[in-house]
């Protein structure tokens, strides 16, 4: 899919690319982070908070998931935890996967998230995993 498509497919993603962006940006300034997994961990949690801040119904940041299709409490075992689930219109979900350091987002990591997304809503036609990095044009 090209840039243009997922953006149409799922409208709020320039919105989470620049929280994700302020995210980074506050981290880094406060630098209280003693190496990258941490320093993605305080990404991820401030994340969280910007998001939440919004108060958008249409995005859920740290959306936890149960591998066999519903929706799980934090810290169950078994789970997926979604960066920012965007409800998109037209039955349409965004999981908004953000990634700091080197490791990509894997082909099989994508399609077990897109599973349980699906498992948990089947009325879902269509599901877009993006990777997000901060400081990518969205």
């Known amino acids: 899919m090209t840039r243009d498509v997922v953006n149409e497919a799922c ?18 300034m406060l630098g209280n982070y003693w ?7 305080r990404v991820h949690k401030e994340l969280e908070h910007l ?15 149960l591998k066999s299709g519903s929706e799980a409490v934090y ?13 998109a219109p037209v ?13 990509p987002l894997t082909a099989a990591r994508s399609s077990e998230l ?7 809503f089947p009325g879902t036609k269509c599901i877009v995993v993006i990777e997000m990095r901060p400081y990518e044009q969205p």
């Open 35 to 41: 190496n990258p997994s941490e320093y993605g961990t």
């Open 91 to 103: 039955f349409t979900a965004c999981i908004h996967e953000v990634k700091t350091g080197n490791s």
């Open 51 to 65: 998001i939440e801040r919004l108060n958008d119904d249409r995005l859920v940041p740290e959306y936890s998931l």
């Open 11 to 28: 409208p709020l993603r320039p919105v989470v690319q620049d929280r994700t962006d302020l995210a980074a940006d506050t981290i880094k």
């Open 114 to 120: 897109a599973f349980a997304v699906y498992k948990t």
């Open 75 to 87: 810290g169950t075992l078994d789970r997926f935890r979604l960066d920012v689930l965007e409800r």
